[in-house]
């Protein structure tokens, strides 16, 4: 794009976007893919043993901190070795609680069809969580996020069909107070999303609240919302190699309620880990392993995955950085790993860049592959993500969803179907060496949904596109995004369950939200 930040203009095919009644384009529908191929597998058996081998003595000889007295007691009493919050754990006590997880497990969020299983070869794409800053091509600027940015890319991760589950906050409303945050945000995520929903482990009030809101969206009993997992949690070690007390709590207490756990240690290969990537992984999974430890401890069974994060740092500035071939070898090692280990895994489609341009999108696609290849059952940030997790940007939400829509068809075995039909002698036998096969019958009946049609890319040539408005990609998705916000509809919901959750959340107003004092 050109240098100078560009207003998205009227015009061209982006500004007359199709409708067929409420929808803006035609996308593919809801149908979260299977991993067919076989992952890449870059360690031998014996680099698995090792990278086993470095994570169990992290956690035997050198140990984590435990910065939350309840999890150390719990720990303590099940045969850990506990000096101060440091404790050490040994191998076979590891392997005796790892093997007690299940490998997959089922979020069944309000609306069961929108129910997603991960692991096994299930593959599952959430929305980009947690920024606090926001960028959209009408402004042209970097700005703090509000509920109203916040509330337009959760109706986008509801829209597309692509995005399976919410993450955390898609932009953090920074004009919502703190201690009320996440009631209105969860409010919104249960009322404009029928899709699974997450908490944030930052403090029991807002744990309890979360779960609360999710078991009234649902209509269940307490005992039908522990029967299975119906929400989630993803926590982060402090690395390097800590666990911090408000995210344990949270975890200890979804894990109490049987619902889904997700731990995802944030170790940067030269800054938070060692430079090496064999190095970093292994503390990665060092870190995520004991807080599986203690949530088999707590009940045995409980619904658990371990996430990577493992990247590295630009060793001029410090700076984090992602999608870069470091980051997608971790991944798939990581992938290796989490078989051995028998548990899901999740990992994330992330870039450093801080516009949705070339850079943004090689780099998101790099860290999205990587997902693929390594089997990966969650992936976070799959949608919006820029400057290193710092900017949610709708244009890049969508530009984003064009690359999942494309990876789903990727992973669609008609691609490569080998029946009679497909083999399609006859038409070759039909066309010979003097036609062509535009007009023949096999190709009539099979042209609309031959191939991936893109909603965004323009295959126009040149000439084209420039008596067409020579419209940008992000301008186009700018656009669509603009019409899906004006076109939506919010999913159903019972107007008695919409006042309950609507009550809940004044009460808890009322009685001052969660504390901010950590």
Same mark, same amino acid.
């Given at each position: ?34 991993? !067919? ?26 140990? =984590? ?11 303590? *009493? ?6 101060? +919050?440091? !404790?050490? %754990?040994?191998?076979? %006590? ?31 794409? +959430? $929305? ?32 597309? $069909? ?6 955390? @906050? ?9 201690? !009320? ?52 949690? $993803? =926590? ?8 911090? +007390? ?44 004991? *807080? ?48 051995? @280990? ?17 850079? *943004? ?20 940030? *799959? ?15 969508? %530009? ?18 080998? +029946? ?10 039909? !066309? ?47 656009? =669509? ?11 159903? %919901? ?25």
């Amino acid at each position: 794009m050109p240098d100078a930040p560009r207003r998205p203009r009227n015009g061209g095919r982006a500004g007359a976007a199709q409708r067929r009644g409420s929808e803006v384009i035609d996308q593919m529908p809801w149908n979260p893919p299977l991993l !067919v191929d076989r992952p890449v597998e870059p360690l031998s058996e014996e680099g698995v043993l090792a990278i086993h081998d470095g994570a169990m003595r992290i956690l035997e000889e050198i140990g =984590i901190e435990f910065l939350n007295p309840e999890a150390l007691a719990i720990l303590r *009493a099940a045969g850990c070795t506990i000096d101060g +919050g440091h !404790v050490r %754990m040994g191998r076979d %006590m590891v392997m005796e609680y790892l093997a007690l997880a299940p490998e997959t497990f089922t979020l069944t969020p309000r609306n069961p069809a929108r129910a997603i299983t991960i692991g096994g070869r299930h593959m599952n794409f +959430g $929305n980009v969580s947690s920024p606090p800053n926001y960028w959209d091509m009408e402004l042209g600027r970097k700005v703090p996020g509000t509920r109203e940015m916040c509330r337009n890319l959760l109706k986008l991760s509801q829209y597309f $069909n692509c995005i399976h589950f919410n993450g955390g @906050y898609p932009v953090e409303p920074v004009d919502i107070h703190a201690a !009320v945050r996440h009631l209105d945000v969860l409010y919104d995520t249960l009322t404009l999303t029928d899709k699974v929903s997450h908490a944030y482990s930052l403090g029991a009030e807002r744990v309890e609240d979360v779960m609360e809101m999710v078991r009234i969206s649902g209509g269940w009993t307490d005992a039908e919302f522990e029967a299975s997992p119906k929400m989630y949690t $993803n =926590i982060n070690s402090t690395s390097p190699l800590k666990h911090d +007390g408000p995210m344990l709590d949270g975890w200890m207490r979804l894990a109490r309620r049987n619902q889904g756990l997700v731990v995802t240690p944030f170790t940067l290969a030269g800054a938070m880990a060692p430079v090496t990537m064999s190095g970093a992984v292994a503390q990665s999974l060092a870190e995520a392993l004991c *807080a599986v430890v203690l949530a088999q401890i707590i009940r045995p069974g409980a619904a658990c995955a371990i996430g990577t994060f493992t990247s590295n740092v630009d060793m001029k500035s410090g700076a984090p950085a992602f999608g870069t071939p470091e980051y997608m070898r971790a991944t798939q090692m990581t992938g290796q790993l989490a078989r051995f @280990y028998k548990l899901p895994m999740r990992s994330s489609g992330v870039c450093a860049a801080n516009v949705p341009d070339g850079q *943004a999108m090689w780099e998101t696609s790099n860290s999205l592959w990587a997902a693929v290849q390594s089997g990966s059952h969650m992936v976070y940030h *799959a949608a919006g993500w820029l400057e290193g997790g710092l900017i949610a940007s709708p244009e890049k939400f969508i %530009m984003d969803c064009e690359v999942l829509q494309q990876i789903q068809r990727y992973l669609d075995p008609a691609l490569w179907a080998t +029946g009679p039909e497909d083999i399609a002698l006859d038409a070759i036998r039909s !066309v010979g060496s003097a036609g062509h096969f535009f007009g023949i019958q096999h190709t009539q009946d099979r042209y609309a949904t031959a191939f991936y049609q893109p909603f965004l890319s323009d295959w126009k040539n040149y000439e084209a596109w420039e008596a067409g408005g020579s419209v940008w990609t992000p301008e186009r998705a700018h656009h =669509i995004f603009k019409d899906i916000i004006a076109n939506f509809q919010e999913p159903p %919901m019972d107007d008695a369950i919409r006042a309950e959750l609507s009550d809940f959340v004044a009460r808890r107003k009322s009685e001052g939200g969660a504390p901010t004092d950590f």
